[in-house]
């Protein structure tokens, strides 16, 4: 994965946003995009309020908050020993983007020339915008979001599992993984028995097509034990020692998983590890 985009604003959780960003990047050698996530109104709409509402107040708050993201990108950026342009091929460096419309589409719009992207985990209390914003990067861009946990990790796509469920948005998981599947020392086959499977080819030959890969795949198999597949999954992980989860996102109608909830919804919002996550 060698381009990396990060939607930035100046919020508490970029900071673990940007750290995973950074490891992510280390690993890989990967050039690190920012772009200010601002979720103003768009200029054309503020404007039809121009009696009530200063079309100069509102971009000069939103320059105002566009230059806050792009500090705070750039000073962590140089603070970790990132480059501000290309040097090796096999080191890190970074770039900014001002040019992008406010809103969440622009990271479904954005990522789509890039081979991951880079955001935080949201919780129960995350804003509707920025769940929106993840989901357009799940839904309209076609690359795999990578969602950083509340704490940074320490390394990343060292011990990674795979939460096999047979399903097409985890195999087209699985296949935007491959580059960091190949880095990883161990990988790990995650079969929930009782879970939220769909007909489809079995954990077994996931292993298989690994193989074939280069990747020496271990498996497990779990039962519920009362919990949720979402709770198992997480408390599999984490008694392994991951740092990473590649997990397909809303294999079961996302309308769905919001009202009654889900093993998608809750890994989202309950992960300490770094999730890998496509639909």
Request: proline content about 6%.
């Amino acid at each position: 994965m060698k381009t990396i985009l990060v939607p930035t604003q100046n919020v508490r959780s970029m900071t673990s946003t940007l750290e995973t960003a950074v490891l992510l990047a280390q690993r890989t050698g990967a050039y690190i995009e920012g772009v200010p996530l601002w979720f103003g109104v768009p200029e054309f709409v503020a404007a039809e309020f121009a009696s009530t509402f200063s079309i100069e107040t509102y971009r000069a708050r939103r320059d105002e908050e566009t230059a806050e993201a792009r500090r705070l990108f750039e000073t962590f950026m140089r603070e970790r020993g990132i480059a501000a342009g290309r040097t090796t091929a096999d080191r890190p460096w970074f770039g900014w983007f001002a040019e992008v419309a406010p809103g969440e589409d622009l990271v479904g719009d954005h990522g789509r020339t890039f081979d991951v992207i880079v955001m935080s985990r949201p919780d129960a209390d995350t804003a509707a915008p920025y769940q929106r914003a993840i989901e357009s990067g799940l839904f309209e861009s076609g690359r795999p979001v990578l969602l950083a946990p509340p704490v940074a990790p320490r390394q990343i796509a060292t011990n990674i599992m795979i939460h096999w469920n047979g399903s097409t948005e985890q195999a087209r998981t699985n296949a935007l993984a491959m580059p960091l599947l190949r880095l990883a020392g161990r990988v790990t086959v995650l079969a929930v028995v009782g879970g939220q499977d769909v007909p489809g080819p079995s954990a077994d030959q996931v292993r298989k097509q690994l193989r074939y890969n280069g990747i020496a795949a271990e498996p497990m198999t779990i039962e519920l034990d009362g919990r949720s597949t979402g709770e198992a999954i997480l408390a599999a992980a984490s008694a392994q020692g991951c740092d990473l989860l590649v997990k397909g996102a809303f294999t079961r109608n996302r309308l769905r998983q919001m009202i009654f909830g889900g093993a998608t919804r809750h890994v989202m919002q309950n992960a300490d590890l770094p999730l890998l996550m496509a639909h």
